[in-house]
């Protein structure tokens, strides 16, 4: 449903995955604030986490566990207060999501908990096995009761408006109902989620392409670690990538090869429960080694070892995913390999979320607060949604400023049907070889040679995105123009264009950061450079096109 929209909130929040629904409920109801999604308010990656949200409620374990978890799985870049806040934040942001309702799974009258990899204790609670759904369901429940939020659904955020006098951050420029104009605010918070589409195999939802990270460092935010990708190791080897959460193996499955191997053991003593980043080199290597084809082989998780009684109760969502492909998972294993899932890396915040634009926030997978260093810990993004969005409660706007963005004339854009087509057929293949080229260039095993290939070949497609007429004309109009478009199927085709300005910045980004650090840590491995060095015990921080190392 389209509805007309004010010219001025309080606070605009841009994504509306569990960060942004509960930055939005958190934010101080007298606050008018607007809650920008580009698709309805159900698609999300949040939407799409099925493993759970961790935090040390049980009588055996406590935050400092929790911390030490993290620390250890974060391999020497996180940020300790970060981590430390997080986990003693983890008990009452529970409560709070009890209290609005949502249903996490009981046992007798406690909350359920389970093992996950790389945690030391029970302790991620779950909704069966859709907690993402059953979190911003509830949580889009409630914000859709809220008379101070006004949600706006299918609107993309263009860019952000800057004041060049303050460098204080105004609103943003939003494409909405076949238009641009100017969406002005005290304060914007950046929630867009991670950017898993620039990956060809990718966990992420369709409306993962990086828009925060892109739309912030074009307004000169700094960014921080993103050569920091979370490579999940068993997503479903079908179409969607569906993701097979970890879950599973902490409740007992067994990954094994053709042969009917445990082979994850012969690269990591805890074997399938070993962190992520090691289970997913594992199933590179064993694969890249033993298949014919290594791009297109799997490997397998077997649930039989689970009770059968247990996987009904756990996973139902899995065994119904899995049935839809034909696959019985109990007389069967499923079919598995790594997919691009979490970007440690984004826009550096500090514990109130705040960037280094005034009146700039981010939220989420789309922040680098430190808590997760160079590799999450399974289950700390949703809490990390829950914690940092609660921070907003506190949130201080600064006056608006004496002298407001002026709205500038509106302009028009007329494009005919063939160059429109010509343009569309440029975009369209810019996003076809984009993931492709990352994915064999960046995933989950990085060197310098492929690395400067991808970069120059990124950097002159860039070129050819920056001499379309659209590029030409979006480009150079300043942020508080108004544009109305005169072309066919014109949310469609914008869309496109500016996802795909968005992937090309963030493969850019990536690429740029992975060649910088020359060494191997967490979710970044580089053949070259196979192990840590000390010397690289420091953030990858990027300003503009500047990159510099940062102790942490």
Known sequence: MQIDIPSQFDVLVVGAGAAGLYTALCLPE???????????????????????????????????????????????????????????????????????????????????????????????????????????????????????????????????????????????????????????????????????????????????????????????????????????????????????????????????????????????????????????????????????????????????????????????????????????VFHEPIPVAPAAHYWMGGIATDLMNQTNIPGLYAVGETASTGVHGANRLASNSLLECIVFGAQLAQIQLSEPEDSPLSVLPTRELTLDVQEWHHQQTQLATIREKLPRLMWQSAGICREQSSLASAIATVESWQQDFAALPLSQFLIDVKSQTGIKFHFPEVDQQVRLWAETRNLLDVAYLILKSAAFRTESRGGHYRLDYPHPDPQWQTHTVVHQYQWNRFLS
Request: charge should be negative; charged fraction near 20%; proline fraction near 5%.
């Open 30 to 328: 007298s606050l008018r604030v607007g809650l920008i999604t580009k698709e309805t308010v159900s698609l999300s990656a949040s939407d799409w986490a099925q493993g759970g949200i961790a935090a040390a409620i049980a009588p055996d374990d406590s935050p400092s566990l929790h911390i030490d978890d993290t620390l250890k799985a974060g391999a020497g870049l996180c940020d300790v207060d970060a981590v430390e806040f997080l986990a003693q934040q983890a008990p009452s942001c529970i409560q709070s999501l009890v209290n609005l309702g949502v249903a996490f799974d009981r046992h007798n009258q406690n909350l359920a908990l389970t093992l996950e990899a790389a945690h030391s204790r029970h302790r991620v609670l779950h909704a069966a096995d859709t907690t993402g759904r059953e979190v911003t369901t509830t949580l889009t429940a409630q914000v859709l009761r809220r008379q101070n939020i006004l949600v706006i659904q299918q609107a993309l955020a263009l860019s952000l408006c800057v004041s060049p006098e303050s460098g204080q951050c105004q609103g943003i420029s939003l494409f909405y109902q076949g238009e641009v104009r100017l969406i002005q605010a005290r304060a914007v918070v950046l929630a867009t989620g991670g950017g898993g589409q620039v990956f060809a195999q990718t966990t992420n939802p369709a409306v993962s392409t990086g828009d925060g990270v892109a739309i912030a460092w074009r307004a000169g935010a700094i960014l921080r670690d993103l050569e920091f990708v979370q490579f999940h190791p068993t997503a479903l080897t079908k179409p969607g990538r569906f993701l097979i959460s970890e879950a599973v193996r902490g409740e007992g499955a067994h990954l094994i090869d053709n042969e009917g191997r445990r082979f994850a053991f012969d690269y990591h003593p805890a074997g399938e429960l070993a962190p992520r980043d090691v289970v997913s080199r594992a199933i590179f290597s064993h694969l890249q080694r033993t298949a014919v084809d290594p791009a297109t082989a799997h490997v397998w998780l077997d649930m039989r070892p689970i009770p059968p009684e247990k996987i009904r109760q756990r996973f139902p969502n899995i065994i119904q995913v899995c049935q839809r492909w034909g696959i019985d």
